[in-house]
């Protein structure tokens, strides 16, 4: 089995930039804007379906922000153990 790198082709999944976003996608890349700075691929990795988007935010604001206890720093720190381990580069 060859692994993405290895002389194997590598997916491509279409993105929509900032500047074609319009509607609620608009509005998602605005919210985005507003708690980064930026709008992360992690997030225009969902462009193409805008609820998606909605929904992935909304359960990363209530895991990231709700009740727990668990501290900010404490959350963050266990994305970025996952996302390590996972073997994630974003």
Do not use: W
Not at 22 to 34: I, Q, W
Not at 51 to 64: D, E, T
Request: charged fraction near 20%; hydrophobic fraction near 40%; proline fraction near 4%.
């Amino acid at each position: 089995m060859q692994l993405v790198g290895q002389n194997c082709p590598v997916p491509h999944l279409r993105l929509i930039d900032e500047d074609e976003a319009t509607g609620e996608l608009k509005s998602e890349y605005d919210a985005a804007l507003g708690r980064a700075g930026k709008v992360f691929n992690i997030v225009k990795s969902m462009s193409l379906n805008p609820r998606v988007l909605g929904a992935s935010m909304g359960l990363y604001k209530a895991i990231m922000f709700g009740p727990s206890e668990l501290s900010r720093s404490e959350r963050e720190l266990l994305a970025v153990v996952v996302s390590c381990a996972n073997d994630c580069h974003y």
